[in-house]
């Protein structure tokens, strides 16, 4: 269970810090234990501050954020330590979390060394099982990260992440960086991933089309707010906000809806 309460971020630059940008502004949002939460909102709506809140990997201004009923805002930096692995994040660019230089074995196994999860002799299985996990053959845990395809390395940053075991994971744009024709497998296995391992997820996205298939709920964020948040069934079918009436037409139009009976549908 994640839980945000109030959350706003000023970042502040120039002169005597006197330029202000109100990147989040007042957000509340939960997402309950094994729940997918998708926010949408178009570049610059500060979906980015959020997704980095949710972890505490940049601090709010001003708000609470609660993990499994702990308060995140007010832990120590040892007592964030402890809980780091439990929440994690997925970038939109693979290269972000892969040293090229490393072996596919290598990446999968630092996460686990660092943490101290596994012994030497379970680590290969480990390693063989996350890979199994993420849909990438055995064979491949000898190549250097920089022999792989966009999709292989985001299964590749996957299985890191996986390696945790973590509780809650925010995946930031995860696939926009991809091919399109890498992008439906990608997601599709992020979301099995999910449902298997009962992970609480808060998948960002620009675009509504993914956000449907892999969120059952959904947060519209529009300069810095939320403006509608609800089931995703709901929301795309009903939209109240006038913003999020003009994401639904906006997608109709560029024609790359999936399937018209959906749309018909809607
Ligand atoms: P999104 O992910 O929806 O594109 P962001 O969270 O990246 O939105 O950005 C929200 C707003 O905050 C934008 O106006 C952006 O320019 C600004 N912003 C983001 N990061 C910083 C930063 N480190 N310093 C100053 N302004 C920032
Ligand atoms: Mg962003």
Known sequence: ???????????????LRRQKTIAVNN???SI?????LGLVGESGSGKTTLGRIALRLIEPTSGMVRFDGVNLTALSRSALRQIRPRMQIV???PDTSLDPRMTVRNCVAEPMKIWNLVGPQEEEDRILELLEQVGLQPDLAGRYSFELSGGQKQRVA???VLALNPGFIVADEPTAALDLSVQAQVLSLIKSVQ???NLTLLFISHDLQI??????TVAVMHKGAIVEQGTTRDVLKTPKDPYTKNLIAAAYE????LGKERGRSL
């Not at 706003?8 to 002169?15: D, N, P």
């Not at 956000?211 to 059952?216: A, R, V």
Request: glycine share 8%; aromatic share 10%; hydrophobic share 35%.
């Open 32 to 36: 309950k234990k094994g729940g997918s």
């Open 254 to 257: 560029s024609e790359t809806w």
């Open 211 to 216: 956000i449907e298939q892999m969120s059952d």
């Open 195 to 197: 449902k298997k391992t």
């Open 158 to 160: 996957l299985a890191r």
């Open 1 to 15: 269970m994640i839980e945000l309460d109030a959350i706003t971020k000023v970042y502040t630059k120039g002169f």
């Open 91 to 93: 970038f939109q660019d």
């Open 27 to 29: 957000v509340s949002l």
